[in-house]
């Protein structure tokens, strides 16, 4: 089984979008379920209604998951498990207060290295511990021997036991922390493989040795993605727009390109435009590079045109709010002057917009108004060329400008002989 496990605390960024693709992906081609874990065990930090928008988000991406979890309802499991590693052992309470933990963490910083915890509490006997009434967490004694793994993209990865200290698995609450809610759940929920991005990377040995204090002992595969960097080349954070999922929906992108972008991005694929049926076909973990790589703002454009190509002309159509597949071909016509919905979609609102005869054409333009108005209907735009200038006289610039503006709102564009198929059945409402 494959999971994304997001956390409902702000808007979707697109490497978690790409970690959901890629484990959507993965699950078709094995044949596995695919589910989505609701990471939201730190309540101070979730926001209202953000996992129904991951939700919703993951269906207008067509990726298709077998059920939704929400990891707070395993809330007791994880305090048992808990409870367990203190009985046997494992695990120890530690009394340490926030400003003597802040105080350890000055120390090491001061002395220029990393800090860990110095494992006073791990030393108190039984009486101590239960004749303390000071609020405690549950820490993990840190492991005896290195702890490596095979990733799949980086290779082999071994972390130190210093590495990866005696860490917190539940705070004084009495919830628990990421790494032990985590490691419980893909237990509960038999993963195969995890992906997800390489900030998780120094998580995955304490995640293992969770799972192995607690006896389980079927492997779990990991493949860590590299970051997607901004393009000053930085992590791109929450403060670069286009790292937002819905930001790039308001821009224009469709979710076919968004898609094939984000599989594109630092991968070795067999041709540039593809569909996510089609990456199902031949992606391979293995072909995505280790290192980060920089995202393009101009190529999500060449790719999201590219796709408005290939769409349906009545999914198009639906996407500028029409019903006609015709405006759908007629939006098509714009490909080469803008490559999103929202760059496109004031050209298809200034045909349908009243025109404003206050300009120099404006005289032309109510003689071709009253002459349309009367036409018959013409299949072809040379007849209805003809036409208009036998009924107006009106020849050379001083019959295309002014038509031009009448039917389009504007003084340049597509050639107006490319958009009257897709312009003729609505003549009468265009220049009412």
């Known amino acids: 089984m494959l999971r994304f496990a997001p956390s409902p605390t702000g808007d979707m960024h697109i490497g978690n979008l790409r970690v959901a693709i890629f484990n959507y992906i993965i699950a078709k081609q094995r044949n596995e379920r695919y589910i989505v874990r609701i990471e939201d065990t730190d309540k101070e930090r ?5 996992d129904r928008e991951i939700l919703e988000i993951l269906n207008l991406f067509g990726l298709e998951y077998d059920e939704v979890y929400y990891q707070s309802h395993n809330l007791t499991i994880h305090q048992h498990m808990a409870i367990k590693m203190l009985e046997e052992r494992k695990a120890f309470a530690c009394f340490c207060s926030a400003e003597e933990l802040e105080a350890e963490r000055e120390t090491a910083k001061e002395s220029k290295r990393a800090y860990r ?4 509490c791990e030393l108190l006997s039984d009486e101590d511990v239960l004749t303390n009434e000071k609020p405690f967490t549950i820490r993990l004694k840190k492991p005896v021997s290195a702890i490596e793994f095979d990733d799949i993209i980086k290779g082999r990865l071994s972390f130190a036991p210093d590495d990866i200290d005696s860490f917190v698995i539940m705070r004084a609450d009495k919830t628990p922390t990421y790494n032990f809610a985590c490691a419980i759940d893909d237990m509960i929920h038999d993963i195969s493989l995890v992906i997800r991005g390489e ?5 995955t040995p304490k995640q293992i040795h969770i799972r192995k204090l607690l006896g389980y002992d079927k492997d779990i595969d990991y493949a860590h993605l590299p970051v997607i960097l901004n393009e000053e080349g930085k992590k791109m954070s929450k403060r670069d727009s286009a790292s937002s999922v819905r930001w790039l ?3 224009g992108f469709i979710p076919e390109a968004i898609a094939n972008y984000l599989i594109l991005l630092g991968n070795k694929t067999p ?3 593809f569909t996510l049926d089609e990456a199902i076909e031949w992606f ?6 280790k290192a980060a790589a920089k995202f393009d703002l101009d190529k999500l454009r060449f790719i999201n045109r590219e796709h408005m190509k290939l769409m349906d002309s009545k999914d198009l159509s639906r996407a500028f709010g029409f019903a006609d597949a015709a405006i759908g071909d007629l939006a098509k016509c714009f490909l080469e002057e803008g490559s999103t919905i929202k760059e496109i979609k004031p050209k298809i609102e200034a045909i349908f917009s009243a025109k404003s005869f206050d300009n120099e054409w404006g005289e032309q333009m109510k003689i071709l108004q009253d002459a349309i108005k009367r036409a018959p209907g013409f299949d072809s735009f040379d007849e209805f060329k003809k036409y208009l ?3 107006t006289g009106l020849k050379g610039k001083n019959f295309f400008k002014p038509l031009r503006l009448l039917l ?4 340049h564009g597509p050639e107006l002989s490319h958009l009257y198929p897709y312009l003729k059945s609505y003549l009468l409402e265009i220049v009412k």
């Open 271 to 273: 041709k540039e435009i």
């Open 46 to 50: 979730n926001i209202e209604g953000k």
């Open 389 to 391: 200038t036998q009924q």
């Open 199 to 203: 900030d998780h990377v120094s998580n």
């Open 408 to 411: 389009t709102g504007t003084d």
């Open 284 to 289: 391979r973990l293995e072909n995505v590079s």
């Open 249 to 251: 929906f308001e821009e």
């Open 117 to 120: 915890y110095s494992g006073k």
